[in-house]
């Protein structure tokens, strides 16, 4: 497994030890061990998979209390993947980083407690996994707004994103419920 770091701290790109022949392939999702040697220890509680049609997008989501850390993927299609730094105390507050996540390219994210997080379905569909730290708390819930231009996110658009009326209703930075 390769761990890199990102522009964004705590956030990590994994690249697992894909072992493939003409049967298929064989990777670890996740290795307690593995990750904390990496610097990424973790409990999960929570497991969701979200099927996406192309154009959806999905966020800026984000629990301001019970925050959750997220390793993210997608297992089926392609998708634009979106994190932002909500911590205050950071000095990437407020910054964004985007990239592609995708069945072909495997690429697994570790998106930390203290970020909103969002994607867009960019294939014809995507089935995305995330495994998450803690519980979804619908009263905690906060929704950043995915076009807000102090973002500065270059969505890979072709038209209008289809939204949910919370993620279309979301809040911009300055005005958004954030971390110490």
């Known amino acids: 497994m390769k761990v890199g770091a990102t522009d964004l701290e705590g956030v990590k790109l994994i690249e697992p030890k894909v072992f493939g022949d ?3 392939f064989f990777m670890e999702s996740w290795n307690a061990r593995a990750f904390a040697a990496a610097g990424i220890e973790a409990t999960f509680v929570q497991d969701n998979h979200s099927r996406s049609r192309k154009g959806v ?21 392609e998708v634009f993947d979106v994190v932002v730094d909500l911590r205050r105390s950071s000095a990437t507050f407020g910054h964004s980083l985007g990239l592609t996540l995708s069945a072909r390219n495997q690429r697994v994210l570790w998106v930390p407690p203290g970020f909103a997080h969002g994607f867009l379905a960019i294939s014809e569909f995507a089935d995305f996994l995330y495994k998450t730290t803690d519980y979804w708390y619908p009263e905690h819930e906060r929704t950043l707004l995915w076009n807000d231009s102090a973002l500065g996110i270059a969505w890979p ?20 419920a954030a971390y110490d």
């Open 22 to 24: 003409d049967r298929g």
């Open 57 to 77: 997008l999905r966020g800026l989501h984000y629990q301001i209390e019970h925050a959750q850390g997220k390793l993210v993927r997608c297992v089926a299609g």
């Open 157 to 176: 658009l072709s038209g209008a994103p289809i939204l949910a009326a919370k993620d279309a209703a979301g809040a911009p930075l300055a005005t958004a």
